[in-house]
């Protein structure tokens, strides 16, 4: 079963950046689709970016993080990041990584259907 863990959320002001964590563990045998979501209060949960590896990378982002977030994937470390810049207020939420066997196309819709695994969050609080 693979494990996966979020880390380092935080609080920070408008204009700040974070670098967001999700550390695969457990099975080796993962999908090749992660995607990292969010859900603020009283709002479904959303996503974010997502990054597909199998003989290509390939990286996809909602328009609203386009130009300021930046996902990627350290297969030594199997870790997965989240860099966000320039944060605006409206990116506070909770963060959530996932897993799932999606092929390009499921994994480029940041659809928070099919994906087999997810971590237990960890909050991004911007303030303006």
């Known amino acids: 079963q693979v494990r996966l863990v979020e880390s380092g959320g935080g609080s920070v002001q408008a204009g700040g950046s974070l670098r967001l964590s999700c550390g695969v563990s457990?099975?080796?045998?993962?999908?090749?689709?992660m995607g990292w979501f969010r859900q603020a209060e009283g709002k479904q949960r959303e996503g974010v970016a997502g990054i597909y590896t199998a003989d290509v990378t390939l990286t996809y982002y909602a328009d609203s993080v386009k130009a300021r977030f930046n996902i990627s994937r350290d297969n030594a470390k199997n870790t997965v990041y989240l860099q966000m810049n320039s944060l605006k207020p409206e990116d506070t939420a909770m963060y959530y990584c996932?897993?799932?066997?999606?092929?390009?196309?499921?994994?480029?819709?940041?659809?928070?259907?099919?994906?087999?695994?997810w971590g237990q969050g960890t909050q991004v609080t911007v303030s303006s």
């Open positions: 457990g099975s080796t045998y993962t999908g090749p689709c």
């Open positions: 996932a897993n799932g066997f999606l092929g390009p196309n499921r994994c480029s819709e940041l659809g928070t259907g099919g994906y087999s695994s």
